[in-house]
């Protein structure tokens, strides 16, 4: 879980042109208590919505510059995104099936996005701040004749 959060502060900090870089994976375990990392994902988390709040379809071709050890990296910012969302999911399955071998019960990763399980996301929605309005504006709702 600290590697997924790692890597979240590099892509979030490349995508708000920020200068932390490599600086990101400076420890390999930077909140070994649970508490911590809960505490530093929800931040990141926080920061990348906010980040994607402000798109506008014109921003999403924009460069994106990332730091690797060799060379600096230009890709376009709806491909990092891609990438990023990517790696958040890939990894999260990880722990989550390694969870589900221990006698801890996982927790809910599928997302229920359809219109009609409003209620199985509402906890989560009301956790986070969110309002089914916002997230799924006029033009994302079920159209009935």
Not at 10 to 15: C, I, K, N, R, T
Not at 83 to 93: D, K
Not at 119 to 129: I, K, P, T, V
């Amino acid at each position: 879980m600290n590697h997924i959060l790692i890597v979240d502060w590099y892509y979030v900090d490349a995508l708000e042109a920020g200068r932390l870089g490599l600086g990101a994976s400076e420890q390999d375990v930077p909140c070994p208590r649970l508490a911590d990392l809960a505490r530093e994902q929800r931040a990141v988390d926080a920061r990348l919505i906010a980040f994607c709040d402000r798109l506008e379809a014109a921003s999403l071709g924009q460069p994106v510059h990332m730091d690797r050890r060799t060379h600096v990296q230009t890709d376009r910012v709806d491909r990092v995104l891609m990438h990023l969302f990517n790696h958040q999911t890939h990894h999260r399955g990880q722990a989550h099936a390694m969870v589900a071998g221990t006698r801890v019960k996982p927790p809910q990763l599928d997302e229920f996005f359809m219109e009609g399980e409003t209620h199985r996301r509402a906890d989560d929605f009301e956790a986070l701040g969110f309002d089914e309005d916002v997230v799924w504006p006029h033009g994302a709702r079920l159209v009935t004749p």
